[in-house]
Nanobody, 120 residues
């Protein structure tokens, strides 16, 4: 499985961005996730979606502001981010795991990351 994230950039606080992740391999069997890592901090879970797209899970810090979705026909997963805050600034990583479960850990495959910077 190979993952390629894109869509990061610089945005003002309160703005929106949509991250995209293109995946290869047996996409329809993968639980997909987004993680982020801010400078000086550990990588943290942001959101996940099961293979069917029927269930999602979010970190408390992004609930109500971020939405994860997927398009199995196109092997794509997205993270729509609204009401962005300076504390959302981080490198965002797309990740995948061969599991039917809605996990927030144990992901096996990682993309290269895309930088999101939110200015105050």
């Amino acid at each position: 499985v190979q993952l390629q994230a894109s869509g990061g950039g610089l945005v003002q606080a309160g703005g929106s961005l949509r991250l995209s992740c293109a995946a290869s391999g047996t996409f329809s069997l993968l639980t997909m996730g987004w993680f982020r890592q801010a400078p000086g901090k550990e990588r943290e879970f942001v959101a996940a979606i099961i293979s069917s797209g029927g269930s999602t899970r979010y970190a408390d810090s992004v609930k109500g502001r971020f939405t994860i979705s997927r398009d199995n026909a196109r092997n794509m997963v997205y993270l729509q981010m609204h009401s962005l805050k300076p504390e959302d600034t981080a490198v965002y990583y797309c990740a995948a795991v061969r599991s039917p479960l809605l996990l927030s850990y144990g992901f096996d495959y990682w993309g290269q990351g895309t930088q999101v910077t939110v200015s105050s």
